[in-house]
């Protein structure tokens, strides 16, 4: 008595084949076992199944079974397997009809679907991690459809061409395949009408003063560069990474499932089972013993991403945690935060090798985990947002023995890491004249405003190069799209030479250049657009 199911195994984000073969005898095996390199997580699911197949009324594996997962050098964990496991031993018994033959009457074919869920001991079937990346993969192997969880079947629903099933007990399965239940497949999901604009805590018209600092975070926006606010403590510079959200574009389309696919493979959407979410939550204190983190990327229906996420990990985080990696690799903060914000406040405050891991990510766009049984690839194209103080106590060095204390702080940063962010900005104090104007000081720039200054750019980079934006521009794509006038190349040559710039530094200020040009509605780089994209190197003429 052989069955076969068809399953997935996740590595990664990404979802590959498994297959899942059950073999029942009455002599020959010492016990039930599961072979092709299980966790433990999977090595208990025979427990599960058998318990929740007998509290079903099903009376199925009374013999002994010997269960394969296939590719058998390929690491399987969690619960995902437990009901494609009950599937294969209800075809086995006979108890599923459709396991055997083409019925006519039987409307679901086993063979043509993926399976996939958790099962309890009372035969519910609960969600699991990865159900995106599953969906993906049927449609990529030319299989009618997916069976899944109910709480994952509007997950699975957003990849277009699939059949989706979403069942909730054992015993709808099994009605299901008898052919005694009507299938109904979960309508298509409109992911396009879910993506909404993104949330913000704060106005930028609520933050007093700091026109400049909001200038520089218009251009960051608009073009996606990498920004560093450094200054004393108490002028807004948190606040105002609060706002940032506000005026960056919604997701795409292919955004949004692009992080959609993350977050599901790490068990946070809101439809992920309360034990995988809380174990994703804490992913951090998994990688190292003070890593914590907050982050947002709200969901719609449990089964979307639908705003950019903003990531905001405790300068305790360990590498791992905000890299990614693990026994399993997992996704650490910077995937998380793939298409939207990494915002990292006390920047010198995190340790010096966690800041070092995250230049080769900043600059690919991607990061490789690689371990003895395995390797992942995680998309990384996030904005870094950074805030620091000019030196431990907050405050702006009035001294010699200030200068020392701030030349010391800011030697936790390394060259190359600076080199990688393409904007420092200065927030200064903020004069007591505009704390104490009340209402009746003048408005600020509002993030209305500036949402539209971010939008007009990025609509004129997508007309001319598509969904790159300017700080993925490589050097030869700067030299067609990025045109300087004679003047401006002169100013930028003596920038290079004063300052001592690097090479990557050169192009950093280029694709600066070019966002302002953008924001302005020029089709070239101009003498003020060099000379504004260099005024924002701030950290090179002081380290």
């Known amino acids: 008595m052989l069955a076969r199911v068809q399953s997935f195994v996740l590595q990664g984000i990404d979802a590959h084949p498994c297959e899942i073969e059950l073999d029942i005898a009455d002599a020959g095996m010492e016990r039930d076992s599961i072979v092709g390199l299980p966790d433990a997580a999977v090595k208990e699911s025979l427990q599960r199944v058998k318990s929740a197949l007998l509290n079903s009324g099903y009376a199925a594996g009374r013999g002994q079974m010997l269960v394969n997962l296939a590719p058998a050098d390929v690491r399987k964990e969690g619960p995902v397997y437990d009901l494609p496991m009950a599937l294969g031993l209800l075809i086995a018994e006979g108890i599923i009809r459709g396991g055997v033959g083409d019925r006519e009457e039987v409307r679901v074919d086993p063979r043509r679907f993926l399976v996939a869920g958790e099962l309890a001991l009372d035969g519910r079937v609960r969600p699991v991690r990865g159900a995106l990346a599953m969906a993906l993969l049927a449609r990529q192997r030319g299989m009618r459809g997916v069976i899944v969880p109910a709480d994952n079947a509007l997950e699975a629903a957003v990849v277009e061409g699939v059949e989706v099933l979403g069942v909730r007990t054992v015993s709808e399965v099994v009605g299901l395949f008898n052919a005694q239940i009507e299938p109904e497949p979960h309508p298509p999901v409109d992911v396009a009408g879910l993506i909404q604009s993104s949330d913000a805590e704060v106005d930028f018209a609520e933050v007093r003063g700091q026109e400049a600092v909001k200038r520089a975070i218009t251009i960051a926006a608009a073009g996606g560069h990498n920004l560093l606010m450094l200054g004393p403590a108490g002028t807004g510079k948190t606040m105002m990474a609060k ?301």
């Open 243 to 543: 706002a940032l959200p506000g005026i960056l574009p919604p997701l795409s389309v292919e955004e949004a499932l692009e992080v959609t696919r993350i977050y599901s493979a790490v068990g946070l959407l809101a439809g992920a089972s309360r034990g995988e979410a809380n174990g994703a939550a804490t992913a951090a204190r998994a990688h190292g013993p003070h890593a914590h983190a907050k982050g947002n990327g709200r969901s719609a229906g449990k089964g979307l991403i639908t705003t950019r996420p903003v990531r905001t990990p405790h300068h305790t985080a360990s590498a791992i945690a905000v890299i990614g990696g693990g026994a399993v690799p997992k996704p650490g903060e910077i995937s998380l935060a793939h298409r939207g914000i990494l915002f990292l406040d006390e920047l010198p405050e995190f340790p010096r090798g966690v800041l070092d891991t995250l230049r080769q990510p900043l600059e690919d766009g991607d990061v490789t985990i690689a371990r003895a049984h395995s390797a992942a690839r995680f998309p990384t194209e996030f904005m870094l947002v950074a805030a620091m103080n000019p030196t431990p106590k907050g405050d702006v060095p009035v001294d010699d023995i200030g200068r020392r204390a701030m030349d010391r702080y800011l030697g936790r940063l390394s060259r190359p890491l600076i080199d990688r962010i393409d904007i420092h900005v200065e927030a200064p104090a903020v004069p007591w004249s505009e704390l104490a104007a009340g209402k009746e000081r003048p408005r600020g720039t509002s993030t209305a405003q500036m949402r539209e200054r971010v939008t007009g750019a990025r609509d004129r980079q997508r007309a001319r190069q598509g969904a790159r934006l300017n700080a993925r521009l490589s050097g030869s794509q700067l030299d067609e799209l990025a045109p300087m006038a004679e003047a401006a190349k002169a100013l930028l040559g003596q920038a290079i030479s004063q300052l001592g710039l690097s090479a990557r530094a050169y192009d950093k200020v280029r694709r600066v250049a070019r966002t302002i040009a953008d924001i302005e509605g020029k089709p070239g780089i101009e003498v003020a657009h060099v000379a504004e994209a260099v005024q924002y190197r701030l950290l090179d003429r002081m380290v």
